[in-house]
C-alpha cells in the first residue's frame, strides 16, 4: 500500500499513540518531511519512506518514533532527524542515497539505534549536535562525503560496535564537552582521520579498530584528554596515533602496525601517558616526540622503522620499560630535547644504540644495549647527561662514545664485547666523570680521562666498515631566516644575537657587558610564529654559549596558577626550574594578571611576583619569553612593579600579509606531497585579503587550516574517482578552494 502526499506532510502524529505497518510513505513538497511526530507515539515497521526535502522522519517536542525494519530515503536531505527528548527507536532500519546526514539527533533529542546501516550519505552518516543523545549498536555507516559521525557541543554518544567503512572524510569527528564513549568500534578505508578527537572532547574508546586511513589513524588535539584501550591502528598513509595541542590523553594496550609515518607522533606541547603501547613496521620513527611536548611512556614494544623513540624540538619525555629492536637507524635518538630512559632494552638497531646530540640532556639507567650498528651510546657535541647501572655489548664500534665537553657521568655500567672501546671520551676535561665501569672482550683500549683524545676514529664505523656520521639538528639561525615574513620580527631578534655576541666577546676581552634585555616579550595575534621563533632564539643563544641548554619550556597560566593558597609559589618554581637553562615560553601570560581559571586574580598575581624574583634571582641562567595579545600584554606588565623592568623589549608580532599566508599554505602543500595550481593561490590571495583579520584571526594556523580543507575538498572530489596519477592526486585546484 502507498500514501503519498503531493504537497504537505504525508503522515503526521500529535498525540496518543499509532502503528505503520507495510506502507510506502513518501511526498513530493520540497519543504515538508514525509513523517512527523510532534506527540505520541508513532510506530513504524517495514516500511519505506521518502522525501525530497531536509528530512524524511522527523520527531520534536512530546513525539516519538519507534522504527523497525524500515528503508528511509532522502536525495535532497537528512534521513530521520530528532529533537524530541522522548525515547525514540530506530532498529534494523536502512538509510540509503541521503542528500545530506543520515540521522541527526539535535538540540535535547534522545535516540537508540540497533543493527541499522547507513549508506552513502552526502554529509555525515550520524550527526549529534546541541544536547543530542544518541545509543548506537551493531550498526554501520558507509559511503558518506563528509565525516562518518560527528559529535560536537554538548551531544553524548555511547556507540558499541560501530561500523565506519568508505568514508570520504574523517571516520568519527568527536568535538564534544559531553560524554563519548566508543567500544569495539571500527573505520576502515577513509580518506582522512580515523578517529579525530578535538575541543576538549574526552572520549573512552576502548576495543576499537582503525585501518587503512589517510593522515592519523587516531587523532587528539585541542587539549583533548579521555582514555584510549585496547586498540589496533595499522595500514596509516601517515602517523599511526598523533597526539598535539596540549592534549593529555592516556594509552594503554594500543598496537600500531604499517604506517607510513611515525607510528606515534607527539607534539605540540601534549602530555600524554602511553602504557604498553605496540609499534611494528613503521616507515619513520616507532614513537616520535616533538614541539614542547612532554609525556610518558611504560612497559612498550618498538620493532623496525628508522628509530624506536626520537625526542627533538625542546620535547622532555620519560621512557620506562621501552623494548627497541632492528630498527634501521638509532635505537633511541634525542636531538635538542631531554630523556629520561630507564630499564629498557635496545637490540639489533641499524645504528647507534641511543645518539644523544643537538644540545640534548639524557640519562639512562638500568638500560641494556645489544648488538647495535654503531655506537652503544653516543653523547654528541654539546650533549649532557648521565649513564647509570647500564650494559653495552657485542656492538660494532664503542659501548659509550663522549664527544662533548658538557657534564656526563657515566656509573656503575658493563661494556663489554664491542669492536671498538668500551668507553672512549675525544675531548679533554673534567666535566666527563666515569666511575665503576666493567669493561672487557672489547676491541679497542678504553680512552677516557687523562687518556682522553687517543688516536680513535672520530666516527662510528658500520658492519662493512664504512664511516658513519652522527645525525645533527639543522641550524636554528637558518631556520629563523628561512621562516615566512616577520622581518621586523626578524631584525629585532639578529639585533639581540649580535648584542649577545659582543658581550661574549667584551667578557672575553676582559671588559664589562653592554645592557642587554634578557627577557622579553613577544605582543601580538595568535599564529604569527612566536613560539616557534622562541624556540630557535633559545638554541641560538646555546649554540653562542649564552645559555647551556637552550631548550624551551611552554607553559599557560595553568601550569604556573594552583587551586590552594601556597600552591602556585611551587607549581611556578618547579616549571622555572625546568626551564632553567633555557626559555621558559609564558603564553597568554596576561591571563595572570586578569584572574579566572576558577582560581582567583590573587593567585594569579601571586605566580606573578614568584616570577620576578626567580628572574632577578636566576638572571644569567635563563631567558623568559612572555606572550600575548599587544594591548593585553601592556596590562601584564603593569601588574608588578617590577615587570616592566625585567622585561625592558618588546617585540611586535604583526599579522601575516595575504602574499605570505598564501606561502604558507604553498610550504605546507611541499611538505605533505601536494602542489597548488595558479588559479587556487589566486583564490587563496583573494579570500586572505577579504578575511577579517579580527580577534578570531589565526594567521598561520588559519593558512594552515585552509590547506588542510583543501586537502579534504581534493579528497572528497576524487574519491569516487578511478584516478591513480600521482600528479593529479598531489594537485588542489580552484575546485578545492571553493569553499573560501
Known sequence: MRLTAFSGIAVSLFSESVSLSGLVVSTADSEA????????????????????????????????????????????????????????????????????????????GRLRMRACEVKTADGNGICLNGRGRLTVEDSAVSGTNKPAVAVEQEATLAATRLAVTDAAAIGFYLASSGEVVLEECRVERA??????????????????????????????????????????VSDVDGVGVAVSARSTTEFDRVNVSGCTSSGVLVDGGADPLLRRLRVSGCGGSGVSVAGGARGTLKSSEVEGGEAGLSVSESARFVATGLSVRRTAGAGISVLGAALALADSAIEHVGGDGVLVGGVADVSLQRCRVLHSAGYGTVFSEGASGSVLDSEFSGGASD??????????????????????????????????????VITSG????????TAAVADAPATPAGPDGTRQRAKSAKDPFEELQALVGLAGVKNDVNSLINLNKMAKRRKDAGLSAPPMARHLVFAGAPGTGKTTVARLYGRILADLGVLKKGHLVEVARADLVAQIIGGTAIKTTEAFTTAMGGVLFID????????????????????????????EDHRDEIVVIAAGYSDEMEQFLSANPGMESRFSRTIEFANYTADELVTIVRSQCVRHDYRLDDEAAAALLEYFEKIPKDGTFGNGRTARRVFERMADQQASRLALSDVSDAAELSLLTLQDAVMM
Do not use: H
Open 588 to 615: 597568554e601570560a596576561y591571563t595572570l594578571s586578569q584572574g579566572g581559571g576558577g582560581s582567583g586574580p590573587d593567585f594569579g598575581r601571586e605566580a606573578i611576583d614568584t616570577l620576578v624574583k626567580l628572574m
Open 399 to 436: 659501548g659509550i662514545r663522549l664527544d662533548t665537553a658538557e657534564a656526563v657521568k657515566v656509573r656503575g655500567c658493563t661494556v663489554r664485547d664491542n669492536r671498538g672501546s668500551g668507553v672512549r671520551q675525544t675531548k679533554p676535561g673534567s666535566a666527563i666523570e666515569v666511575v665503576d
Open 191 to 232: 580518506g582522512a582521520e580515523g578517529v579525530f578527537v578535538a575541543e576538549g572532547c574526552a572520549p573512552l574508546v576502548r576495543g576499537c579498530i582503525v585501518r587503512e586511513v589517510r593522515g592519523r589513524g587516531l587523532y587528539f588535539g585541542g587539549r583533548a584528554g579521555g582514555t584510549v584501550s585496547g586498540c589496533d
Open 33 to 108: 518531511p514525509a513523517v512527523l511526530a510532534v506527540g505520541g507515539q508513532l510506530g513504524i515497521t517495514e516500511c519505506t519512506l521518502q522525501a525530497s526535502s531536509w528530512a524524511t522522519v522527523f520527531a520534536r517536542d512530546q513525539g516519538s518514533v519507534v522504527m523497525r525494519d524500515c528503508e528511509v530515503r532522502n536525495a535532497a536531505g537528512a534521513g530521520i532527524v530528532v529533537t524530541s527528548a522522548q525515547e525514540n527507536v530506530v532498529d534494523g532500519c536502512l538509510l540509503v542515497d541521503l542528500g545530506t546526514s543520515g540521522v541527526v539527533v539535535a538540540d535535547g
Open 442 to 449: 672489547n676491541l679497542v683500549p678504553d680512552s677516557y680521562g
